[in-house]
């Protein structure tokens, strides 16, 4: 309201507990930049660092990669502290967040970070956008499943598809076992994928 009504902008933020308060946010000069970059909590403030890395080998990821947040904070010390949030950078340093590794999918003691799976999925050329959810399984536990939006103007996927295109991109753990193209993912207010209308599409 107060931007469509009074012009003034408003920007996210992002900080955490594990980083003792705020560890990015937008500049004057930033802020110019708020519609191009949508969605983003800014890029780290001065004199702190950030990094994207692999949830599984915690090696630093590529621009544009998601994975776990790292960050370097002087006022808690000098080693880099790491949440459980899960985001990606961009080629200028704008961070991105994408949900959390805490909704990891244990498929038979391997884990699944969805989110991870979902940006793959959204390289597809066919693909809008992916979101993934745990559905039972009673060998493994539990196993992945994804909801596709079709890219606007497209064909839907096939299954087939989406299977062939991630297994040479994913370890075959991480492939979902059912897909699903809607027309809308089920969400929530907040734009994060809801869970139950999730789970109703593979019941």
Not at 53 to 82: D, F, K, M, N
């Amino acid at each position: 309201m107060l931007e469509e009504d009074y012009g003034i902008p408003v920007a996210e933020f992002y900080g955490a507990t594990e980083f003792a308060g705020i560890i990015t946010g937008w500049t004057s000069a930033d802020l110019k930049l708020l519609t191009a970059k949508r969605g983003s909590v800014g890029r780290a403030l001065p004199g702190i660092q950030i990094r994207v890395v692999s949830s599984e080998t915690g090696a630093p990821l590529p621009v544009g990669q998601t994975g776990l947040v790292e960050a370097l904070v002087p006022r808690i010390g000098p080693e880099w502290a790491r949440t459980n949030d899960l985001a990606r950078l961009d080629e200028a340093g704008f961070l991105y967040l994408e949900g959390r590794a805490d909704d990891a999918i244990l498929r038979g003691g391997f884990k699944v970070i969805p989110e991870e799976v979902a940006a793959v999925l959204r390289t597809h050329p066919k693909v809008g956008d992916a979101a993934l959810i745990g559905i039972p399984d009673e060998r493994v536990g539990m196993v992945p499943a994804a909801a596709i939006e079709k890219r606007a103007g497209g064909s839907a996927p096939t299954s087939q598809e989406l299977e062939e295109f991630l297994r040479s991109r994913l370890p075959a753990y991480k492939i979902p076992v059912r897909f699903a193209v809607v027309d809308e993912i089920p969400r929530t207010e907040s734009m994060k994928p809801r869970r139950e209308g999730m789970r109703a599409l593979f019941r």
